[in-house]
């Protein structure tokens, strides 16, 4: 009741008023920028906690100035401005303090703790704003009421910050508003009714009453201003934090490079097109689509026109979509699409409208390139019913229209699945091939073609399954390389055949095919000397067979390695040339030992007039750059005479002898059937590559 009665009989209750709105505003302000700063890490949560100081000190005190401005103690009163202004430091730096330790969080309770601090705080400011109040009297005080003040600011404050960063009810943050502007209040009036003032003359000079009122709305509206500062730096920390969060979104569904949406895009697109197609009784199609020479454009014109070429293809293909279709960018060069369809006829208006604009040739400055690409198609319920089994079947099919030169696209068939299994299958057993001792080396004789002479072997690999029983090259060797299992097995069959040859009772050469993945191992070139040390082969015995496809991938470091190789001793022959890549810069850019002229020449050379010239093209450009060119895939006599016409300097073919195992060239000798000088020896596991399996 005395506090009650102090308040209504010795304040003016418009500025009571006045003083409360101020109060409520800034408690409102400066708990939500405490609350933001409970959000932040780092300097960000310190810049926070400052302005929630500022906010909260400046709103407590002037809270704290109103109200004994409104308080009429029926004498002249005045202020010592320097303590009036030190009571401000004290609340602001004391609610720094305890926002502060509030949100270390250790120990548990340390938001109470930075309550109780900030209520302590409080009651400071308070007391010393007290003592820069001049009054013409004597002030008496209660010491109940002042230690009951004290203790409501303490507590209030510790329960009002354990509100607001707990927040362990519904509507914490109103009932922290609430204990804190109690806190606030409480404290104030309590204070007050804990002074008596005796009205004596002591000659002081008071302030006009009208000044006083003028000083309180001044003061309010400085209080005023300073929330709204706080609200302002909310709003306008809430605006960029919207703004960046709608860009990490869309950076999030989106690629970067192209706009199209991404991979998480697309799951979350495909898997609500499966439920309305559950519902609706639709069909969804999903197309997995790679492109085919992208690789090309970043090899032969850099990867910033390889990007441009992305993003070209991605404005085409955004603006082939209609509605229910949908496309991402899923990958390095692959797209996928999703088309909602009942009509078998719209999925492939669709199909043909994508590989349309696919095939659109794409201008690059001054180079325009053709890329293509293959699509495969799965549709939903026949070919899975959830989003992995038809992302799963869709590349399915683009593999193997990949695979078919003749077609783009292809619809995945469940036989599919099966050439997967067995393929995964064939991979586990391949592991271990070399640990059951299913390798196996056979050699192919390389004879000059002049004279006839044995020039050497090739050295192609052989996988004797238990169960399927040979395998064919063609079929292991791209599983080889596709899970890494080419290094061992290449590492393999070039130790075994070098063992094997330096056993030999002729120096004859042999030839061993490295794949381009083998030009990932670390130290390629010191494998080959080590390997050549430990089984004792003449460096010179041994050439290297490599295709202009490994070159491509990687022409400095591959060019590094070859030379580092090439200095062993050991020599280099470029294999398949003619077609793929074939150029004359690679045969500029590192000096070949060997040309092998591609197969596929001489399967043609007896008919076609163009396969001629072009063999014989090949072997002027070999003995203008003074390097031997051995021809691959002879198969019969006349093949043989057209290449001794031109002057081919060495072949190799099922007319010249078939690939055998070493045992069965050492025990035949020189034959109808194979020329090969007759050796003895143990045949060792070589580097292989495709052409090593053929």
């Known amino acids: 009741m005395r506090v009650l009665s102090c308040i209504a009989t010795e304040h003016n209750p418009w500025l009571v008023l006045l003083a409360a709105l101020t109060c409520i505003s800034g408690s409102w302000v400066a708990l939500d920028l405490f609350r933001r700063a409970d959000e932040r890490r780092g300097l960000q949560k310190s810049g926070w906690i400052f302005l929630a100081a500022v906010a909260a000190g400046s709103s407590v005190w002037c809270t704290h100035f109103i109200a004994m401005l409104a308080y009429e103690p029926k004498a002249p009163i005045a202020f010592d401005p320097l303590l009036t202004m030190v009571s401000l430091v004290i609340a602001i730096v004391g609610c720094g303090y305890g926002f502060a330790a509030a949100l270390m969080r250790i120990p548990p309770l340390a938001p109470e703790l930075g309550g109780g601090a900030v209520g302590l705080a409080i009651a400071l400011m308070h007391y010393t704003g007290m003592m820069a109040y001049r009054v013409d009297g004597v002030i008496a005080w209660n010491t109940d009421y002042v230690a009951a003040s004290v203790v409501i600011a303490v507590v209030l404050g510790a329960l009002a910050v354990g509100q607001a960063v707990r927040r362990p009810l519904a509507g914490s943050k109103y009932l922290a508003l609430v204990l804190f502007v109690l806190a606030v209040v409480g404290l104030h009036f309590t204070a007050m009714a804990a002074a008596s003032v005796t009205p004596m003359a002591t000659g002081l000079a008071g302030t006009d009453p009208d000044v006083l009122r003028a000083m309180a709305i001044a003061v309010a509206g400085v209080g005023f201003i300073i929330a709204a500062t706080g609200v302002a730096s909310y709003l306008i920390d809430a605006r960029s934090s919207l703004e960046s969060y709608q860009r990490l979104q869309h950076l999030a569904h989106n690629d970067a490079l192209t706009g199209l949406p991404n991979r998480v895009s697309f799951g979350d697109c495909l898997e609500s097109e499966i ?103 799965a549709i939903y319920p026949e070919d899975g019913d959830s989003q992995e089994r038809l992302m799963s079947n869709a590349d399915l099919a683009m593999y193997r229209a990949k695979a078919d030169v003749t077609r783009a696209v292809c619809f995945y068939e469940s036989r599919m699945d099966e050439a997967s299994r067995a393929r995964r299958a064939l991979a586990q057993t391949l592991r271990r091939a070399i640990e059951l001792d299913q390798l196996e080396l056979h050699y192919q004789v390389q004879t000059s073609v002049e004279t006839g002479d044995v020039r050497g072997y090739e050295v192609l690999l052989r996988w004797n399954h238990p169960e399927r029983g040979q395998v064919p090259p063609s079929e292991f060797i791209p599983i080889a390389e596709e899970n890494g299992l080419i290094l061992a097995i290449g590492e393999w069959v070039l130790r075994t055949a070098c063992r094997q040859a330096a056993t030999w009772d002729t120096p004859t050469k042999i030839a061993v095919n490295l794949s381009p993945v083998q030009f990932a191992h670390a130290d390629l070139a010191r494998l080959i000397h080590e390997i050549l040390i430990e089984t004792g082969l003449a460096p010179s015995r041994l050439e290297l067979e490599i295709t202009e496809s490994t070159i491509i991938a990687d022409k400095t470091r591959t060019l590094h390695i070859l030379r580092q190789i090439r200095a062993l001793g050991v020599t280099i022959a470029l294999d398949d040339f003619g077609t793929g890549y074939s150029s004359l810069d690679t045969l500029r850019s590192f000096p070949f030992d060997k040309i092998k002229l591609d197969r596929s020449f001489m399967s043609e050379v007896e008919l076609s007039p163009q396969a001629k010239a072009i063999v014989r093209a090949v072997l002027t450009l070999g003995k203008s750059l003074d390097i031997p060119v051995l021809a691959e895939g002879v198969e019969t006599d006349d093949q043989l005479s057209i290449l001794r016409a031109e002057r081919c300097d060495e072949a190799q073919g099922f007319f010249l002898g078939h690939p055998k195992p070493v045992d069965q060239i050492f025990r035949h000798g020189k034959d109808s059937d194979d020329r090969a000088v007759p050796f003895a020896g143990r045949v060792p596991p070589a580097r292989v590559g495709r052409r090593v399996m053929a």
Not at 324 to 331: C, D, L, S
């Open 275 to 377: 439920g309305r197609a559950a519902e609706e009784g639709s069909k969804v199609a999903v197309l997995g689509i790679d492109l085919d020479r992208f690789k090309e454009i970043n090899d032969l014109r850099g990867h910033q026109a390889g990007d441009q070429a992305l993003k070209t293809i991605a404005r085409r293909l955004s603006r082939q979509r209609k509605d229910g279709e949908f496309i991402a960018r899923v990958g390095g060069d692959e797209f996928a699409a999703i088309k909602r369809f009942t009509d078998q006829n719209d999925l492939l208006d669709f199909v043909a409208r994508l590989e349309t604009t696919l095939f659109e040739p794409v201008r690059l400055d001054d180079f325009e390139a053709a890329m293509g690409a293959s699509i495969g198609v």
